[in-house]
């Protein structure tokens, strides 16, 4: 067996395989063999067919076994003789073999071959995420408000922030109701009884603008609200909406006690429960530092060092991260047009991630030989990033 080899772009070498006429006409006699032995022709016991007959019957099939034979028993062989780092075999072609000779063309993908940057005294920046009072206050007072209880209201009362109300409304587009514009968009078209919150995400921001301040039995028309131009149902992209609202109910929130607030929260006192929210939220805002943290390292560490990788683990990325794509997407209701509509930019953006991946695999793996890292594969990279990350300036 005589081998060459030549380099290609994208980690892949060209490896050409040419076997001399007594190699080849091993594998063609073991091939024949082995017709021989499992031919099946009426007349004939099992293994006692002709070769002559073999040979006319099963041409085509003869062919593509030594062709397969001829590639099978030689490219590990020719792999190691070329000293290739194979990852994966891309493509075979040019497969020839008969009693007179045989070769093939392979194209085998290898690991890539790179100059190991500097990753240690790399600027990354440390920030004071101490958890100011501001923040813990404003936390308290979630908890707080989701112990709060809610009183129905009478009289003249009037609308406030958190308050639940409920609301009659139906809006229009030129004077031409929403309904009609477009009958699945009921949501924000009408509403008879309905009830929300008043307070930022639950609802149309205008209407909750509106409803503030308002008694019950109470009407406002003319509340003009815009739909936004990308996210809108269709027929309404862009398009200004007028509604007519009436308060139809009012439950006042009654926020609880301190006692009632410790109580709540199952804690011993209002000063422990606090200290216990504050050491939770320093615990999130140190984790979530740390996590910016091995970003930022393993950023600068990607920027320092840009080469190709094997085509077949990027593919095999980018197949990782479209299913946990639509896994995301099954989990949170995004459908399945979205998906169309997305497509390009979703494969691109999986594509780029999963180039990313691989090249820092390799550059993890790199420099855990470096540091001569005695590991597991599945704690290099931590181990890597902490050796990075306590280097780091």
């Not at 017709?35 to 002559?52: D, H, M, S, T, Y």
């Not at 290739?84 to 194209?107: M, N, P, R």
């Amino acid at each position: 067996m005589k081998t060459a080899s030549k380099k290609l772009d994208k980690c892949q070498v060209e490896l050409n395989v040419t076997l001399d006429a007594d190699e080849a006409k091993a594998i063609v006699k073991d091939v024949e063999k082995a017709f021989v032995r499992e031919a099946r022709l009426p007349g004939f016991r099992p293994g006692k067919v002709p070769i002559e007959l073999i040979r006319k019957e099963f041409a085509q099939g003869l062919k593509q076994e030594t062709e397969r034979m001829a590639f099978q028993k030689n490219i590990e062989n020719a792999i190691k003789a070329e000293k290739l780092d194979q990852v994966a075999i891309a493509e075979v072609k040019d497969i020839k073999c008969d009693a007179e000779g045989g070769s093939f063309t392979a194209v085998v993908e290898v690991k890539p071959v790179f100059k190991l940057p500097s990753y240690k005294g790399l600027k990354i920046e440390k920030r004071d995420v101490t958890v100011k009072q501001e923040a813990l206050d404003e936390q308290m007072r979630r908890l707080r408000e989701a112990y709060a209880r809610y009183e129905e209201e009478k009289g003249d009362a009037a609308v406030q922030d958190g308050d639940f109300v409920q609301i009659d409304y139906e809006g229009t587009v030129d004077g031409k109701p929403i309904a009609e514009i477009n009958p699945e968009a009921k949501i924000v078209a009408s509403g008879v009884g309905f009830w929300t919150q008043v307070e930022e995400g639950r609802f149309l921001p205008e209407i909750l603008d509106a409803v503030k301040g308002m008694k019950i039995g109470e009407t406002k028309e003319g509340v003009e609200a815009k739909f936004d131009k990308e996210t809108a149902p269709e027929g309404l992209k862009g398009a200004k909406a007028v509604y007519k609202v009436t308060l139809k109910a009012l439950r006042r929130r009654i926020l609880p006690t301190d006692a009632e607030f410790v109580e709540k929260a199952k804690a011993e006192s209002l000063e422990k429960f606090t200290e216990t929210v504050r050491t939770q939220m320093q615990k999130h805002a140190d984790d979530e530092e740390a996590r910016r943290r091995e970003d930022e390292a393993v950023e600068l560490l990607l920027k320092k060092a840009d080469f190709d990788v094997p085509g077949t683990q990027v593919r095999r990325a980018t197949d990782g991260y479209l299913q946990q794509f639509a896994e995301r997407a099954q989990y949170s209701g995004i459908s399945a047009d979205y998906f169309e509509k997305n497509r390009d930019k979703i494969m691109k953006d999986a594509e780029t991630s999963a180039e990313k991946q691989v090249r820092l695999w390799y550059l993890i793996d790199a420099i855990a030989k470096e540091e001569k890292l005695e590991v597991k594969d599945e704690e290099k990279g931590r181990k890597v990033i902490d050796l990075i990350l306590a280097n780091a300036k």
